[in-house]
DNA sequence: TCACTAAGGCAAATTATTTGCTTTTGTACG
DNA sequence: CGTACAAAAGCAAATAATTTGCCTTAGTGA
């Protein structure tokens, strides 16, 4: 009895999946984060609690699915200049949005699960993001930090803050990515 | 009615708090930690349930007091040979502690629960140790890289693949260090 | 169209959580 | 010392969440 990871769509089971989803974001918007459970969460979606234990196994697993699929990107990065200022530009809205009360909340829900699964995915959009910019510095011809240099010393700098301290400004931001970006000389 | 954040040694809340302590530790060492319920603890450390809802409010405010006591450092790093000789033995324990299994499951208790103070506390621990090497330079007039350089381009690079990817090696350590102190002369 | 199967619904049984009230125990003060 | 006070623990009833067995529904493919 296994759930598919991506139910064919326009299924029952991808309509229970979306309605479930949509109610999560619903609740994570109006109302505070401990009193959401998962007979609310059915009941607004129209759905048997048991239906979400069985498919999800518990609340965190299924919080931690909801914030994986926002944390999806929508498309490319803007490109607006050079790459690096391409980076910039990205890098201080992702900073934003994880710093955000609902961006720390996703994290959390992300790394609490038990299934390393979502965890995963989510570093591997970041990682796709970042190889945009890569790849259009190396198409001008241009010197660029590799990918494990940008998550090593933008992004893990700026996750590492969020988690454990407190929201990294927007000038801290730009102060990685010159550090980051000197050394490609 | 409030619970003393240090209960007076001796006293029966400082008891109490013990032996649940130790339940914890214990069951995390010998069973899953999927079935670990506040119930069992209670029951381990001869205590009421309502005892533990009262004092940590649910399971992961527990385990995130659990794990953040365990973080806590037993003293100073150990004094081998130059700051850099001493800072690399260090963080390379401090690196394989934290990806082993007991210690990715403490980050996890610490990120996952409501309460941020964990989070921090443990942060903090990390940085004074990090002081430690700072000072141990600075008397011997030797260059070394400012507190938030090793915040920033040592831990949080080790933290990040922890949480989201996989277990950092030995030598990656290394590097990340190499790296640091380089751009200190 | 029909049979098959994955997934959802229902309801009873089990477990966990909350809460009001009582009891214990350390502490401060006379 | 002993007594009064308050913080924290115990107990048990009430409530809420979770699990589970069995049945029904709805997509899928022959």
């Not at 992300?110 to 570093?123: G, R, T």
């Amino acid at each position: 009895m296994g759930y598919r990871e991506n139910p064919r769509p326009g299924g029952r089971s991808a309509r229970v999946q979306a309605a479930v989803h949509q109610s999560v974001r619903d609740m994570l918007a109006t109302m505070d984060r401990a009193d959401i459970t998962i007979p609310l969460i059915a009941q607004r979606a129209n759905v048997t609690p048991s239906t979400i234990y069985r498919r999800w196994g518990d609340l965190q697993e299924l919080l931690a699915d909801v914030a994986a699929s926002r944390l999806r990107p929508e498309g490319d990065p803007a490109k607006i200049g050079s790459p690096r200022e391409d980076l910039e530009a990205w890098a201080e809205q992702y900073a934003d949005e994880m710093a955000s009360g609902v961006g720390r909340q996703m994290l959390r829900d992300i790394l609490s699960a038990a299934d390393v699964a979502n965890a995963e995915k989510c570093s591997g959009y970041t990682q796709q993001q970042l190889a945009v910019f890569i790849t259009r510095a190396k198409e001008r011809g241009e010197p660029f930090p590799a990918l494990t240099e940008l998550m090593d010393h933008v992004i893990s700098p700026i996750i590492y803050r969020i988690l454990f301290d407190q929201a990294p400004g927007p000038d801290y931001v730009r102060k990685l990515i010159a550090k980051v970006m000197s050394k490609e000389r």
